[in-house]
């Protein structure tokens, strides 16, 4: 056995604690023990502390985890690309764990709706055994059929925490979206999700992206990551202000495109006014339930507008993520996005910077723990 310590969400809204752990040191067969290098802290992870997305508890926190192969376990020699996998190596994995069989993965093809699915870091308890099945945590057990990636040595850790999950679902967002060359893109929000969001728009071709949020710090990022236009929400203060803001830089008519990266109900209400007619409008940052909002249904017919939702990810988006992240690092500088790095004892310190928007990216370093 080994043994590694990890921060534990035992109840809503109260601090995380610490807690010792024991894990075979030898996985089960298609299983891998990983010690954690990174991991990162989520906008999610604060919308679980708060009970907004019903998961049992406890858990540990944590979806977005970079490590080093302690242990494989037989019949692992592979990554979910093909690439050899050894003890050492550096890899990071898709948090998702489908079955592969049911109605939507096997007949209609959208595994992220699984109806068994379950998640490192969100709906994978810890009270039993392996126990370490989310980030903040020194250990990470890999269960079998997990989707890892190899990281290779010129993408650097900080890119891919600084990415997250956030520039996953992004790709699983504005693909749905058809963004063509061209197209005038709205970003509501300028946290790690609306940074993704921005950086994938641009990809594909956006010809402007006007991107709103706040605070300043974050806005200064997405100006590093090719933003076109700002509108910052502390000096813009109104609904109406902001709507008045997007057509003025559309020549009045609204946006191609608008993406929503917030998790805020109310956004959508605003962010709909910002399309043109016959525009798309993507809500992409409310994984969790944050709540309902009144809205007016004639808006969308009015506009003949497209809404598009779209949930988490799919392992083939972290692979198309990797690989961007590896093609654009010196436009779009995921790395720079981590800002701050905690210790396992300051998980709590680590949710709250996250929450309050202090930090562009929190990420728990377990090794600071014991310097």
């Not at 126990?131 to 989707?147: D, Q, R």
């Not at 200064?220 to 502390?234: N, P, S, V």
Request: charged share 20%; glycine share 10%.
């Amino acid at each position: 056995m080994t043994t590694g310590r990890a921060s534990i969400l035992e109840q809503f809204k109260a601090p995380l604690v610490l807690r010792n752990f024991s894990v075979s040191a030898e996985p089960e067969p298609g299983a891998v023990l990983v010690r954690t290098e990174m991991a990162g802290i989520c906008g999610t992870d604060v919308h679980l502390w708060k009970g907004e997305l019903p998961i049992t508890l406890p858990v540990i926190l944590g979806h977005e985890t970079v490590g080093h192969i302690e242990a494989l376990g037989e019949g692992v020699d592979k990554d979910w690309s093909g690439n050899p996998l050894k003890k050492g190596d550096r890899v990071t994995w898709s948090p998702g764990l489908t079955c592969g069989t049911c109605y939507y993965c096997a007949e209609k093809k959208i595994p992220t709706r699984c109806v068994n699915r379950r998640a490192y870091g969100i709906s994978q308890p810890c009270q039993a055994a392996p126990h370490f099945l989310g980030g903040y945590a020194e250990l990470h057990y890999l269960k079998p059929h997990t989707s890892i990636f190899k990281l290779p040595d010129d993408l650097p850790t900080e890119a891919v925490i600084g990415a997250g999950c956030a520039l996953n679902t992004a790709l699983h967002g504005v693909e749905r979206t058809g963004i063509l060359p061209g197209d005038i893109v709205v970003v509501q929000g300028a946290g790690p999700v609306g940074i993704a969001a921005l950086a994938v728009a641009k990809h594909a071709g956006a010809g402007e992206v006007i991107v709103i949020g706040a605070p300043k710090h974050r806005l200064e990022m997405a100006r590093r990551f090719g933003a076109d236009h700002i509108i910052d929400i502390e000096e813009v203060k109104t609904s109406g202000e902001r709507i008045a803001a997007v057509r003025q830089l559309t020549r009045g008519y609204g946006a191609d495109v608008v993406l929503e990266c917030v998790g805020a109900p109310p956004v959508v209400v605003e962010g709909m006014e910002m399309c043109r007619d016959g525009g798309k409008y993507l809500i992409l940052g409310h994984y969790c339930d944050a709540g309902t909002v009144a809205w007016n249904p004639h808006v969308v017919t009015r506009k003949q507008l497209q809404v598009i939702g779209s949930w988490s990810s799919e392992p083939r988006h972290m692979k198309i993520a990797l690989e961007f992240l590896r093609a654009t690092q010196k436009q779009f500088p995921f790395a720079e996005m981590v800002s701050h790095r905690f210790s396992l004892e300051q998980a709590n310190e680590a949710l709250a910077a996250s929450a309050s928007g202090k930090s562009t990216k929190s990420a728990i370093v377990p090794a600071l723990s014991r310097l």
